[in-house]
C-alpha cells in the first residue's frame, strides 16, 4: 500500500495513489497519439485537430464519417484490425433519466461498420462534421436491407428511424421557431 504511517491520515494516500495513476496515463503512448492529424482513407483529406470539434480523440473524417478500426475502447488506439470503417447509420447515446423519471437527451453518435473484422461501434459527432454528410447517412440508413438492420440492432444500438427526423434536424441546427 501507499499509506505512510507517519502520515496525516487519507489524504497522504489518495495524493501518491492518483499522482502514480497519472505518471502512468501520461507514459501510455497510444493516449498521446490520439489527437494528431491524419490522411482520411476514405476521401483522402487531410484531417486536423481543432479546438472547435468539441470531443478530445478524433477518430473519423469530418468530410465523408469515414473511419479506421484502431480502438477496442474509446481512444485508447489499441486495436489491431486496422480496417475501414463505414457509417451506416446515426443513432442517439441515451444519457439516462433526471430527478423526474423523463429521460435526458443524447448525442448524437455515428454508427461504423468494420469492413474487415465486422465489428459495430459508435463514435459522438463533431462539432465540425459535415452536416449534409450527416443528413445523407441519415437518409442512406433509413434504405438499408433489414438483415443488417437486424444484425445493428442486436448488438444493442438503436438506430434512428424516419420518425426521428425532426429530433435529428434539432441536433444538428438548434430549435426552430414556428411563425
Known sequence: MFYDEGSSGRKRFRTDRHSYSKKKKLNNNRWQAADREFRCAHCKQMVFPTSDMGTVHRNHCPHCLHSLHV??????????CRARMEPVGLTIKHNGVDKYGRERGGDIMIVHACT???????????????????????????????EQWQRIEKTGIRLLRAEQAEQLQTALFGKTSSP
Open 71 to 80: 480502438d477496442t475502447r474509446p481512444g485508447n488506439r489499441a486495436s489491431s
Open 116 to 146: 474487415g473484422c465486422g465489428s459495430v461501434n459508435i463514435n459522438r459527432i463533431a462539432a465540425d462534421d459535415c452536416c449534409d454528410a450527416l443528413l445523407m447517412l441519415f437518409k442512406q440508413s433509413q434504405t438499408m436491407s433489414w
